[in-house]
């Protein structure tokens, strides 16, 4: 490691310089360079420190009940959170202001810059998310005695052929690991293949899985039609789904929509639409309800969660953009199936486990969008398994948050 760690120490001093110029030249800025060299001022933080790695959006949001339960269970020890994006850490600043006592950038993995972080924050414990494997802040956990732990551990298809080919050095690497928890089986095999020890190795399942209801009357005069939600949409979907609903609305009489745009600036956007189709619309914020209106628009802030509960099934915005997808576990812990469009990569790994079943379905298109909706209101057989594929997941996936807790109640 002490080769490598020259070796990467040069490459850094060399192509570094150049990483930044061509990034500027193409009006990129590079955000949080500063943190991620070592060079910030944190806190007092004290000797008990609990630090969370998440690389980006998706990740952040899947610590987001970890955390808290971290905060709930061990009080008297401070939390430190990284990230390796922007988006990311606007993501854990949202989320995690009122908890952690520090947000900042994961550091450059060359020993000057992973030296500094650790000797500023300090952890008593490190939990990374997914599967980032960093050789030096490894290398400097293990001599410092730090437990280094990975958490919700996955693997796909194409960074396992890449760390196959060098399985030599990558055990030596995952050897310095406390122990490395995984979402799935598959994954547990794929970690192991490449030189992490068996005994140190282990199936926890998925963070994101554990989620809770949100069980709350809704009076929205549902009765006994069916509804539709089309939740945190974004503009171009705004349109993609009215259009939709408008046609299906012809073929089913007894369908009704809520749709819930992410930013409440797009709802005269909404209504100007309603009133190009012809549909009747009202709003949650002036009460109304589907005894009269075909659509209502979801105005208000902090709703969204619960009116899951009322619907038959979902469309997960932010899918038909590059937004990268919202929660479809929002609906799901319903049992109600989810359906999103192709833009999904801050939950592709819920997308993986949801695919194996009917209780969540990417789609491509606007029309594959439409042709799938019909099918969840003719097909009843269809529709029923997808229901309690959704049920069947959450009872196979959750539990992981605990086995996390139980690490921590371990080492510290």
């Keep these: 490691m002490f080769i490598y760690g020259i070796i990467s120490t040069i490459l850094f001093i060399i192509l570094m310089p150049i990483y930044y110029i061509v990034r500027i030249f193409n009006g990129k800025f590079i955000y949080g360079w500063k ?57 854990a600043i949202k989320n995690y202001s009122n908890i952690a006592e520090y947000i900042t950038y994961f ?40 437990p280094l732990y990975t958490i919700n551990g996955r693997m796909s298809d194409s ?39 068996e005994d140190k190795t282990h199936v926890m399942k998925n963070l994101k899985f554990d989620v809770k209801k949100t069980n709350e009357t809704v009076d929205i005069n549902k009765n006994e039609q069916r509804i539709i939600i089309a939740g945190s949409t974004h503009k171009s979907e705004n349109e993609i789904i009215i259009a939709i609903f408008s046609k299906l609305k012809t073929e089913f009489a007894d369908i009704k929509l809520l749709i819930a745009p992410r930013h409440t600036q797009r709802v005269q956007q909404i209504k100007d639409l309603l009133k190009h189709y012809r549909l009747k619309f009202g709003t949650r914020s002036n009460k109304d309800n589907f005894s009269e209106n075909d659509v209502i628009i979801l105005d208000t802030i902090g709703e969204l969660s619960k009116m899951y509960s009322i619907c038959n099934f979902a469309f997960i915005g932010g899918s038909f953009n590059n937004t990268g997808g ?68 959450f009872k196979e996936q959750q539990g992981a948050l605990n086995i996390v807790i139980d690490r921590l109640k371990q080492v510290l």
């Design 107 to 146: 550091p450059f993995d060359v020993p000057f810059c992973v030296h500094r972080f650790l000797d500023k924050i300090k952890p008593s414990v490190v939990l990374i998310t997914e599967t980032e494997i960093w050789p030096i802040f490894s290398d400097m956990c293990k001599k410092k005695n730090i």
């Design 159 to 197: 960074t396992y052929k890449l760390y196959k080919l060098f399985r030599i050095f990558f055990k030596h690497v995952l050897a310095n690991y406390t122990e490395i928890l995984t979402q799935s089986d598959d994954d547990r095999r794929k970690l192991i293949s490449i030189g992490a020890s």
């Design 326 to 393: 919202h929660n479809p576990l929002e609906a799901i812990i319903y049992s109600k199936p989810a359906i999103s469009g192709p833009s999904i990569h801050n939950f592709r790994d819920i997308y993986a486990i949801l695919g194996r079943t009917k209780a969540g379905k990417v789609v491509k298109t606007p029309l594959e969008l439409e042709n799938y909706m019909r099918l969840l209101l003719t097909d009843k057989v269809y529709y029923e398994q997808a229901c309690k594929d959704c049920e069947e997941i």
């Design 35 to 91: 943190e991620k060299l070592g060079f910030f001022t944190p806190p007092q933080l004290g000797e008990k420190v609990i630090m969370y790695h998440s690389v980006s959006v998706g990740e952040v949001i899947a610590l987001k009940n970890l955390v808290r339960k971290t905060k709930e269970i061990f009080p008297d020890y401070k939390i430190v959170i990284t990230t390796g994006t922007k988006t990311g850490q606007e993501t």
